[in-house]
């Protein structure tokens, strides 16, 4: 049912979304590091996050009879400037995540495999929240710059993020 390049795709995909999971889960420890307990929390929910993205996407290839391919995956980044350097980097591969989803879309399209495209349509609204809501702490450590107090205040609004129910596919 899959096309070969879908499938190579898709895998390429899970693999990325598992090491996204890594990657959270290192920015958490650069923030546990530092006693910021709600900004490792959020991370440590993101990884979360992305762990049940890469589910998501091996149940879809194993539901269509196809192969689930593990790669090794990259040594995460643990060395950032700031937290501010954190979040940036968080943002870019947020990005670069959805660039990559957009991509797979346009070629489930090509190839009419309108099953795929639909499954994936989740995943591109999900990376425009991540997005905005990456940007907005972003936007937050700016204005707060190197002021302890406000970093202290955004650790625990961020402390108050809850685990999100699993969307419907
Ligand atoms: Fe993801
Ligand atoms: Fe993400």
Redesign the pocket.
């Known amino acids: 049912m899959l096309t070969e390049k879908l499938e190579t795709l898709l895998n390429k995909q899970l693999n990325l ?1 598992l090491f ?1 999971a890594y990657t959270y889960l290192a920015m958490g420890s650069y923030m546990d590091e530092r006693s910021l307990d709600g900004f490792a929390h959020w991370m440590k929910l993101q990884a979360e ?2 762990l049940q ?1 890469a589910q998501k996407i091996y149940t879809y290839l194993s539901d269509l009879g196809a192969k689930v391919r593990f790669e090794a995956l990259d040594r995460p980044k643990q060395e950032f400037d700031s937290i501010l350097d954190v979040f940036q980097t968080a943002l870019e591969h947020e990005k670069k ?1 959805a660039r990559e989803l957009n991509e797979i879309s346009s070629v489930a399209s090509e190839e009419r495999d309108n099953t795929t495209a639909g499954f994936l349509d989740w ?1 591109l609204n ?2 425009v929240e ?1 997005v905005a809501q990456t940007n907005t702490i972003c936007d937050k450590l700016k204005l707060i710059g190197e002021d302890g107090q406000g970093i202290l205040l955004l650790n625990n609004e961020l402390r108050d993020r809850q685990r999100e129910a699993m969307a419907e596919e």
Do not use: C, D, T
Request: cysteine-free.
């Open positions: 979304e996204s996050e992305e993205h995540l995943f999900e990376q991540e």
